[in-house]
């Protein structure tokens, strides 16, 4: 709650604002121009977003990002690769070019931009571009969105998982969720590595990585600690392409696949840590209250144990409109869940019965927040 300084100050501050001889004034000072200019960018940055979006998925959907990963292009060389008129590749050209995603090689060859060359050296990123077609369709009337209480979204089919934790008769099938279980696989990289270099996983005998998907994250980790034996527990079809997937790796003597319901069926015992990668988000806070008690549950009768939460959390270090804005929205496309801040997250293990909960420091937030919470044998 404000103090009645602050409140002062806001009513001072909204007043000048809403003055227009103050606003002239204000932009033409030395002293407050500067922020005059800067708020404005920052509002026509939002007006601007979605063109901005719609740039990014353009270059990568032609093929001009790949095809600039090694080898600066002449205009025409674009031109025949993406079926474009010149008139309209040298559109797009300028458009990468102010977002730092192209620059000029010379006078006549385009290279990747500082930003470009990080999309293009990240397969997880441009999978997360490309999915986004489906997030843009599903925002285009957000009003709608927002007062409709059960959507029916194309990230609500596209995530098959459960609606409303109501699984389909007969269970879901690959066709079902392959299609998501392929896009976490592809951008799971990005999270394992955060997580290797901030969690050290060799005091562990045994990870239970709950949620796993296709098992890219328990390949980094095994890949990353010979000793550690791993599991994988997820709905049985995908159990399956995991195990699969994982045989061709040479990692099936390493790495456990298990089928089943996270919310329903008896979880894999043993397991002295347990991961839940990019889950708890999925699901609204009733679900997600009730995984934790489950995994509590599972470690106690281990004797004790760890949790690791690793996911993109709320009030991120430098990405605050990250939680709310833009996985609020997502999230309720898809049918239920949102990012929680790590604050929220430990008075949930608390709730559940975690004794000691840490929050882990990780290169990059905005991508994954991590903590991890302990519990012992005797819940008192």
């Not at 270059?59 to 031109?79: A, E, F, M, N, T």
């Not at 879901?172 to 590595?193: K, T």
């Not at 990870?207 to 000793?227: C, E, K, N, Y």
């Amino acid at each position: 709650m404000s103090s009645s300084t602050d409140s002062g100050w806001i009513d001072l501050r909204d007043r000048l604002i809403g003055n227009e001889s103050f606003q002239r004034w204000a932009s033409r000072s030395p002293l407050f121009g500067w922020i005059v200019r800067r708020q404005s960018r920052r509002l026509f940055d939002l007006v601007a977003g979605f063109s901005y979006t719609q740039v990014l998925y353009a270059l990568v959907k032609l093929g001009v990002v790949d095809s600039l990963r090694s080898h600066s292009r002449s205009i025409p060389q674009l031109v025949a690769l993406t079926g474009l008129t010149e008139e309209r590749m040298r559109l797009l050209a300028k458009a990468g070019i102010s977002l730092e995603l192209l620059e000029w090689r010379s006078r006549d060859q385009l290279g990747l931009g500082l930003l470009g060359k990080v999309l293009a050296e990240s397969e997880a990123i441009q999978s997360m571009v490309l999915h986004h077609a489906d997030v843009y369709l599903d925002l285009a009337d957000p009003v709608a969105l927002l007062r409709d209480p059960n959507p029916q979204t194309r990230l609500r089919r596209y995530w098959a998982y459960a609606s409303n934790g109501q699984h389909r008769e007969g269970g879901l099938g690959i066709d079902d969720v392959g299609d998501y279980s392929e896009l976490m696989a592809a951008s799971q990289p990005l999270v394992a590595q955060q997580v290797l270099d901030a969690y050290d996983f060799s005091g562990h005998r045994h990870l239970l990585d709950i949620g796993g998907g296709l098992g890219r994250f328990a390949q980094a980790v095994a890949q990353a600690h010979p000793g550690l034996q791993l599991s994988v527990f997820d709905l049985p079809a995908v159990a399956l392409a995991a195990e699969e997937r994982l045989r061709g790796l040479g990692l099936s003597n390493r790495i456990a696949c298990k089928g089943g319901d996270f919310f329903a069926d008896r979880l894999p015992m043993g397991a002295d840590i347990v991961s839940l990668v990019r889950v708890l988000y999925d699901h609204p806070d009733d679900r997600a209250q009730a995984l934790l008690h489950r995994v509590a549950d599972l470690l106690r009768q281990k004797g004790g144990g760890r949790l690791l939460i690793a996911e993109p959390m709320a009030q991120a270090d430098g990405a605050p409109a990250m939680g709310d804005a833009y996985f609020g929205l997502y999230l309720l496309a898809m049918g239920g869940g949102r990012a929680r801040a790590p604050a929220e997250l430990g008075a949930m293990l608390m709730e559940a019965g975690f004794d000691t909960i840490r929050v882990i420091k990780t290169a990059i937030p905005v991508q994954t927040g991590l903590l991890v919470a302990d519990i012992s044998s005797d819940r008192s």
